[in-house]
């Protein structure tokens, strides 16, 4: 840049490491490492699970807004070229406001950015009479795959601060067009990018309030097999698989539909994201209370049983990633070494050192319905003369179950 004939130097730190160019949007990492939001979503959507800078393999893919740093950005350039000459691309909110109604693809990319921007004009949008349900009307009609993915990115970012929920849901699943929004929700999710996917099942998990919209939603032809897909996604993507558990949970309260995700293979893929070591807490606690949930059918307690990872691999949870994660991990064991009375599953939990764990969650500040289905549990294996506690070797000969 230059201001009265001099060079001014840029600060390193206003520098994407990605593009090189001073940060419009400012966003950082979970490795600490701060880059423009264009590059290093960019950078995610290439299918790159690592810190540009650091290489180190990510956790989560999510970023935080660096507020502080953009802030002195703003401040540096306001200094070197005043606000009053200075040509800025950004929208206004009311330039926002009329680009909506448009529904064009260039139109939509440019509200993106806008809501990509901040948090206000996150709200502003989501807050505006009319410009929702205008959004969700794109879903509606025969649009292109890209603008359906523009679309459904940007509900992504304002369905969360949208003031009437239970209309949208209405609106879109109870009237008319409902067949066409699945439609378009489907191609989405069988041919969208990643980011699309992961906000197509976002917001079906939004609009699932009820009885009548789950049914809807998971009686759409092909929904529940995409949704399993992007769970076991080979893209190795947290947020597509927390985002895909989060709508599966969203949409299995009525049993028929529990009994569709059991048949469709979900026991394994839920067991196998249990056994790994990279999981976020939000996920093995989802994982864990899908198969709660699979685990009250007949169908979903067999196909625990029959797997040969799944309860040694809940067992494992227990009492290591949260109080959530193992209240749904004894209520599985609960149901079927309790109700099922599978010797198979009788096995693991002892192979696994569950008794123990069993034990020590009856001693610790547990809820009175989880210290019953624990005295439960240990009564079955007292009564089961091929592991009865008496003859279990265990290092914790202090803790008595009765």
């Given at each position: ?28 990492l979970c490795t600490g490492v701060t880059y423009d939001r264009s ?364």
């Amino acid at each position: 840049m230059v201001r009265n004939d001099l060079y001014i130097t840029i600060p390193s730190f206003f520098k994407c490491p990605i593009s090189l160019d001073v940060m419009k949007s400012p966003v950082s990492l979970c490795t600490g490492v701060t880059y423009d939001r264009s590059s290093i979503q960019q950078w995610l959507d290439s299918g790159n699970n690592t810190c540009p800078a650091t290489m180190q393999l990510l956790q989560t893919k999510d970023f935080v807004p660096n507020h502080t740093l953009h802030r002195l950005i703003q401040i540096w350039s306001d200094f070197l070229i005043p606000p009053s000459s200075s040509s800025s691309s950004a929208l206004s909110h009311e330039q926002a406001q009329q680009l909506i109604h448009t529904n064009c693809s260039d139109s939509l990319s440019k509200i993106l950015d806008f809501v990509r921007e901040s948090n206000e004009n996150r709200k502003f949008l989501a807050q505006t009479d009319g410009i929702v349900p205008a959004i969700v009307r794109v879903l509606g009609n025969d649009a292109d795959l890209s603008t359906l993915q523009l679309a459904v990115r940007v509900l992504d970012f304002i369905v969360t601060d949208y003031r009437d929920k239970e209309q949208l849901m209405k609106s879109i699943l109870k009237g008319d067009r409902h067949s066409a929004f699945l439609s378009s929700i489907l191609l989405l999710l069988q041919k969208g990018s990643l980011d699309s996917r992961i906000a197509s099942a976002r917001l079906l998990e939004a609009i699932a309030m009820d009885a009548e919209s789950k049914l809807l939603i998971a009686e759409k032809e092909c929904i529940l097999p995409e949704l399993m897909r992007l769970v076991s996604s080979d893209t190795d993507s947290t947020d597509a698989i927390d985002a895909g558990l989060s709508c599966l949970i969203a949409v299995s309260m009525l049993r028929r539909i529990r009994l569709q995700i059991v048949r469709l293979g979900a026991v394994p893929v839920l067991g196998k994201l249990l056994c790994r070591t990279d999981s976020r807490v939000s996920v093995v606690e989802k994982a864990l209370k899908l198969l709660e949930m699979a685990s009250t059918c007949t169908e979903g307690r067999t196909a625990i049983c029959e797997d040969p990872n799944c309860v040694a691999a809940i067992v494992q949870k227990m009492l290591k990633v949260s109080k959530e994660a193992t209240e749904h991990a004894v209520v599985i064991l609960w149901s079927v070494c309790h109700l099922f009375r599978d010797q198979k599953a009788q096995e693991a939990v002892t192979k696994s050192n569950g008794l123990t764990k069993i034990l020590l969650l009856m001693q610790s500040n547990c809820s009175p319905s989880v210290r019953q289905i624990s005295a439960d549990l240990l009564k079955i294996f007292c009564v089961n003369s091929k592991s009865c506690l008496s003859s279990y070797d265990t290092k914790t000969t202090h803790i008595t179950p009765f």
